[in-house]
């Protein structure tokens, strides 16, 4: 029987690096609430820079930090927190 995999979060169906995807959101919802004082391109790429520089794979995760962050904007912008 083959094995397949089973997602604790939906982001892991989202996201091959579903940790850079959380601290995205993390990240987009503290934006949103007023938290940082910069731009949100530059609060993005501080975030995303802290998060995936010191790890593998730096490209990857950046593109996925990136997608997830742009979701979590568009779903705060439209109501609805994931």
Known sequence: MASSAIFARPEQMLSPFPLAARAARKAARQWFAGIPTQS?????????????DPLPLVSMRSRAFNDAFAREIAQLMIGGAA
């Not at 949100?40 to 995936?52: G, M, N, P, S």
């Open 40 to 52: 949100l391109a530059v609060w993005r790429d501080e975030r995303c820079k802290a998060h995936c």
